[in-house]
Each structure stands twice: as structure tokens, then as C-alpha cells.
């Protein structure tokens, strides 16, 4: 649990975080003696509708205040962090901060202090003579019947997709009624469950209130964990697919007495993966992956809408939501159903659903496979050239080299992780060896595809092994010189392939690459190694004696201080004590092309 925040006052933290919502969607005001978020007279259509406001405690952004505006809320009410608003800020909001002329819908999570304080203040509308209703939303199914009692489910991320349906089918002129009714039977047809790897830390509380008192190991994750710490059903220790459909089966196994609070048996299904606010970009793309696949693999459920992102956060919670809407019919004549009240367009920053109808019904046209292009090669073949070699001693001495490479990961991370940031050995060992397989990518190739005995289709072949197996910026230039070193070599053929037609040709490798980095010998990069090689390979036609040339002139690199690279930006004394890793692990493949 991470206890440091750049803002450690909550009550700063909140003002400053409501007031930066006028800041960044201008249909909104705030009234932050009371903390209410409104959209501006300005803002509303010409015509009255119905009001939406909802809220809760702060902590859960975007949720709620930040999906006021057109087509979504008319108002929310903020509370301190995970605490209600009060009634008078409630009835406030009600009774002075919306347009109350066709009626106003509350929308509450299934909690005490909610349910209490915004249900005092529609009491007090109503008693005022404003047509108000309240709908409360219980959609986890993290606590079980049993557990729950008669408090019931709480309300979690699925409150987003009520508070959508709702809010576009009042921007149509719905009446109060008929939007409340369609609010309930979206609640009634979700299902949610979260799961966290720690419980979060609340700025301005002292760090040890907190911790420890999760009971999470460094291994474990907590299935059912509310957005308030709230503790959940289980932890275990599960790597991703094992959770996901653990969390599956509690919203879908119909068995399950204690969680079969809805049967999914629409055609059309919603899903919905929240992050809890501390997930990155890039795992919640993961994440969400993994759901869909096992969605459609193994429930036979292929939603029509996929809506992953931040809707509502446990602070910076280190965790994910799943929801599933079972859509029906609104059975209201000329309503549009739940989907296209869903994709009815917004004017809020907290609602993102960018993708247009026509684009989801297209993709479902295309059926099963919609989901992936193919894969399949799109190479055109490459003309032989009449360029010999012997291809048997040619695989020797790969094998040989790239063997090298392999055996030198450990050295060349080591020599990273202190100049740089630890990913250089591993990308070339990954260029060198396939993930899946543990064995040499080009190995691999070469075993499926034994080099013809002409030199630049067996080159042309090798190179999108590694531009397909090598990233970063040495991936780059390993792709730069190989495709160019192929074009070289078809310049020089038809023939052999002597020592001296290898020298011209990298000279002409080299000299492609240098158009596209400034990178030369002294620079401390890959080049130490490679322009070495490739004189001393011109000017005594021995493998031999080139490869002992780029050996010397990498352990040279030592003390060589970067200027290129990002080991330039990486203070200390670090480049005194190892040899660049690139130039390293070029120079241990050459080694292995000599035979060493």
C-alpha cells in the first residue's frame, strides 16, 4: 500500500479536485461550500427534462461528479473520502442546483450513510411538492445472500452503466416515471465483482492506521474487495486467468445459491471492466483481454459492447471490476433500448465510450473472428541472387554465435542495469531466442527453412526473425543494417561470397545506418563493436582477427562516458565499471561467428 501522495490534506484534495472539473468541462459550476457539481443553465437543452443527481463519498473519480453534463447528470454531491454527503447538502442540490420543473431522479449506491442522507433529502423535495424518486443501486456480488443480510449488495462500478441509461433517456424528454423505471431494471440486470491486489492508503491518514491491516502477502489478491477497503470473500494467491474466472463464476454460475442474483440470458450483453484507479494503461488492455476471452470461450457470451476504463476508483486502488448488463426490453413505447441509451452521446469527462454504433454493428457482422486479423506471411518472395556460400559452415558459425549471445544475457543485463535500465541483454537474447519455445528464433527458422546455399535470400530471411523477435532501439538498428546489408549484398552478386564481398557489403550496411543515428565509434553504443569488425574484416579478409578487434574495442567501451543513448540521462559512475552492453553483446556474436 502506497502512502505517499502529492496532496496529503483530504479536505485541499477534494475542493481543489471538484473545482478542477469547471476547469476542464465548461457546462459545469460548483458550489463548493456544499460541494455540488451542476451543470450550467447554460448548458441545458431548450427544452425542460428530468434532473438526474447522484453522489457519494470522494475517492471514487470520475464517479460521480465527474459525469455531470449533457446526457448524463443534472448534479452530484460530493462527500469527504469514502463518506456521505449529508442531507442538507443533498436536499441543497435538489432543491436549488437542478431544474426541478419535470421532476428529479436520485441515483444512490447501495450504502447506509447514502441511502440515509439522499433519502432524507427526497423526502424533504417531495414534502417541498418536487416529484422525486430514488433508485439504489446493489450490483457486487462479491458478499454473498448470507453475509449480506439485510443490507444487500453493494453498489459498485456498475452504477456507471445505470447512471448512462438513465441520463440519455432523460436528455430524450422521458418523464420521470418512465426514467426511473428504466434505472431500476438496468440495477436489476447487473452483476459486478471486483478484485484488488492492497488495500489503499487515504491521504492524510497516518500510514500505519492502515497498514498491515489488509492480511494481503505480497503474492495475493482479495476477490470481492469493496471500493471502500471493504473486505471481499476470499484471498488466494492466482495468477490472472485463475482469477478472472473465479470472478466469472461468481457473476455467472447459476448453482451458486449464495451469488445467482441474475440470469444472463440476453442476446445482447454489456461488459464492463473498471479500473480501480492504480492499474496501468497498458495491464487493464490485459486484463480486459483475458475477460473477453474467457467470456466467449468458455460462458459462450460475446458481448455486444466492450467498455473498459476508469468509471469509478477506489482512490489509487490496485485492482479491476468486472460488470455484466443483462439488456432487456424497457417495454416504454418509442424508447430506444438499453444499447443505444448507452451509446447516445455525452457531454462529460468521466463517461468514455468513444467507438459508434455503426462500428460495434459492423464488427459484429464480421462474425467469430472479428477480434484478429490474419497472421499469415505477407513477404513477398525474395529473387535469388547467384551469390554462393556454403550454407552448411554458414549454419556452424551462426549457431555458434547466437549460442553466444544466449550464454551472454546474464553479463550484458548486468552491465544495462547499471548504465541503463535493464532491458538490452534480454532484448538480445530475445533476438536470439524464441519466448515460447526456449530455443533459437533463427535456429527455429532455419530448421523450418535451411538456408538455399544463396547468400541474400538466406539473409532476407533471417531478417524478419529479428525484427519480429527484437525491440527497442537496438531492434531498430539490427533491422536497419540487416535489411540494408541484404540490398548490399544483391549490389555485389552474382558470385562468391569472399571475405572481401562481406567487407564491402557491411561497409555499405554501415554506412546506410549512419543516415538514420549520429552514433559513431566513441559514442558508446552498438557501434564500438560493429565499425571494428567491419575494417579490420576489409583490411585482412580474417574473421579472426575482426572479431578479436570488436572484442577489444567493446571492453574499450569502459569508462567511456555515453553520448547517445539513454545511459546518457543515468547519473553516477556506473559507465566506469562495465563495458556498454550493446557493444558487448555484438562483440560476443562475432566471437561465436569466429569460431570462439
Known sequence: MSSKHFINDATHLVNTALHSLTLTNPNVALDAEHKIVYRRASSS???????ILAGGGSGHEPSFAGMVGPGMLSAAVAGTIFASPSAEQV???????????????????????????FGMAVEKAKAAGIAAEMVVVGDDVGVGRAQAGKVGRRGIAGTVLVLKVAGALAARGAKLEDVAKVARLTADNIVSVGASLEHVHVPGRAADEEAGSSGLGCDDVEIGMGIHNEPGCEKASLALPELVSKMLAQLLDGGDKDRAFLTVNSNEVVLLVNNLGGVSVLEMGGITAEVVSQLRGKHNIRPVRVIAGTFMTSLNGMGFSISLLNVVNTDIDGAPNMVDLLDAPS???????????TTWEAAAGRGDDAGSESTAATTQDVKPSGLKYDPSVAKDALTTALKNVVAAEPDVTRYDTVVGDGDCGIGLKRGAEDKLTVRLAVLKHLEEHPFTGDLVVDVAGIVPVVE???????????????????????????????????????????DALSRYTPARPGDRTLVDALYPFVET??????????????????????????????????????YEEVPDPGAWGLACFFQGLAGN
Not at 428529479?104 to 447501495?110: F, G, H, R
Not at 457531454?347 to 454504433?357: F, L, R, Y
Not at 527497442?472 to 538498428?477: D, V
Open 537 to 574: 574484416l576489409a583490411s585482412s579478409g580474417d574473421v579472426k582477427q575482426a572479431a578479436q578487434a570488436s572484442h577489444d574495442a567493446a571492453d574499450a567501451t569502459k569508462g567511456m562516458k555515453a553520448s547517445l543513448g539513454r545511459s546518457v540521462y543515468v547519473g553516477g559512475s556506473g
Open 91 to 117: 436536499r441543497r442540490g435538489i432543491m436549488s442546483r437542478v431544474d426541478t420543473q419535470r421532476g428529479v431522479l436520485v441515483v444512490v449506491m447501495n450504502y447506509t450513510g447514502d441511502i440515509l442522507n
Open 468 to 510: 519480429n523477435t527484437m525491440d527497442g532501439t537496438s531492434g531498430a538498428l539490427y533491422a536497419i543494417f540487416l535489411n540494408a546489408l541484404v540490398h548490399a549484398l544483391r549490389t555485389l552478386s552474382p558470385g562468391e561470397a569472399s571475405p572481401s564481398l562481406w567487407a564491402s557489403a557491411l561497409k555499405q550496411s554501415c
Open 347 to 357: 457531454e462529460v469527462t468521466g463517461w468514455s465510450a468513444p467507438i459508434q454504433k
Open 45 to 51: 437543452s431548450s427544452s425542460p427534462q428530468v434532473s
